[in-house]
């Protein structure tokens, strides 16, 4: 019997990869974003300033995206397996180190910048096959894919929580590590980097339609940093990287210093990750059928009003309501923009276009954090910068309005 498109003859392993890609995001960002769990316990451990607590989280929240431009040629080159199972390797090694660290460089070392190799080295890597295997349902399974970082954002404060009750953080990030190892190898190895090294089609077809044109090959990396929509959504993803990560790091001081309990600020940082949950599950499928470039645009306009709406909130019901809110649109904003950067250039080079676009991101996830703290530092107060943040978000979201849509900019500007 011959083959008919949307049929395939074997089971499509293309769920699997996306299930392979999610655990492995869990993992390695669980073991990142566990870090407010952290920030009470490191600043009574090594009292000074809110700004150097902050610096071990930009340190390593910086080498994510740096890393990723490395990362994601080289996996392109060898192969996602071997790349994620090192990158998970790294994480795991960080925090045993940070673990046994005696002052707060020693801890900074170790996990900033062992942990920042390690996600760096399985973001990318880990996300770009998904790009390959899918085509009409690409931001449903991108957005399933990376709602495994929404898992780890929540998880992951609340498991080193609940290790803290019953011993102290160097504990928590010496059994967080060596779990993250152990399972994220494991999971790594349940990557295939596309369906045709194994015989099948992107969204599950069996085959290409008879007489159907093979798709587009897609932009070769160096041509497509030259593109228009490329460099506009390079400068809107760096505006953007500067606050992004201010919430991760200052909700929990943020809360401490309205009287609200270490527990319950934990908590509600917690919820950044369920709100990035719902984002990453329901927007991906929402922006399939909406398009994907409109919606990540919307996330960025939501991202900058929440800002606005945190920089007034007194207790913990308005937290709480700001973190679940920006948790979506967070969620949303980074479904979407690996999918639509490869909707307008093609998966040729997904992962080094992929991994070089996040590069964008580094130098604001660098400073943002450190920047709040050292402004709170100077000012006793987070009215500064999160003012100055809602300006940047804004910006960046007025450029994302600028980019053209997907399809005609293709139609006209076919890969060279």
């Not at 019997?1 to 769920?15: E, I, T, Y």
């Not at 922006?287 to 709406?309: E, K």
Request: glycine residues 14%; positive net charge; charged residues 10%.
């Amino acid at each position: 019997m011959s083959a008919v498109p949307g049929r395939p003859s074997a089971p499509f392993l293309g769920w699997r990869v996306v299930g392979a890609s999610f655990a492995v995001l869990t993992l390695a960002f669980g073991a990142a974003y566990a870090f407010p769990a952290f920030f009470d316990p490191l600043a009574r451990e090594f009292p000074g300033s809110r700004g150097n607590i902050a610096l071990v989280f930009a340190v390593c929240g910086g080498l994510f995206f740096v890393v990723g431009a490395v990362a994601g040629p080289v996996a392109d080159r060898i192969g996602s397996r071997s790349v994620v199972s090192a990158g998970l390797l790294l994480v795991g090694a960080g925090l045993v180190l940070a673990s046994f660290g005696r002052t707060l460089w020693e801890v900074l070392l170790a996990f900033g910048i062992g942990a920042g190799l390690g996600v760096g080295f399985a973001y990318v890597p880990a996300v770009s096959p998904v790009q390959r295997w899918f085509v009409r349902q690409r931001g449903r399974a991108s957005g399933f894919a990376v709602a495994g970082i929404g898992v780890g954002t929540f998880a992951g404060p609340l498991l080193a929580t609940a290790i803290m009750s019953a011993a102290d953080w160097r504990t928590a990030w010496l059994a967080i590590g060596i779990g993250v190892a152990v399972l994220g190898v494991l999971a790594a190895q349940f990557l295939i980097d596309a369906p045709d090294r194994v015989g099948q089609q992107p969204d599950g077809d069996a085959a290409p339609a008879p007489g159907a044109a093979a798709p587009p090959k897609g932009w070769a990396l160096r041509p497509a940093l030259a593109t228009k929509p490329f460099l506009l959504l390079y400068a809107a993803a760096g505006l953007l990287s500067v606050p992004l990560f201010v919430p991760f790091v200052h909700i929990v001081p943020f809360a401490r210093d309205l009287g609200i309990t270490q527990g319950t600020a934990v908590l509600l940082a917690s919820f950044i990750g369920i709100g990035s949950i719902v984002g990453r599950f329901g927007l991906g499928t929402l922006a399939d059928r909406l398009g994907r470039r409109a919606t990540m645009s919307a996330m960025f306009m939501g991202l900058t009003i929440m800002l606005a709406f945190w920089l007034v909130s007194g207790n913990a019901w308005m937290i709480g309501a700001f973190a679940l809110l920006y948790g979506v649109c967070y969620g949303g904003f980074v479904a979407l923009v690996p999918a639509v950067i490869i909707d307008y250039l093609g998966a040729r080079s997904a992962g080094a276009i992929i991994g070089a676009l996040y590069t964008s991101v580094a130098p604001g996830t660098l400073i943002g954090p450190p920047l709040a703290g050292y402004a709170y530092d100077l000012w006793g107060s987070y009215t500064v910068p999160l003012a100055a943040s809602i300006a940047l978000m804004g910006l960046a979201t007025l450029i994302t309005f600028a980019a053209p849509d997907p399809a005609k900019w293709r139609a006209e500007n076919p890969a060279p």
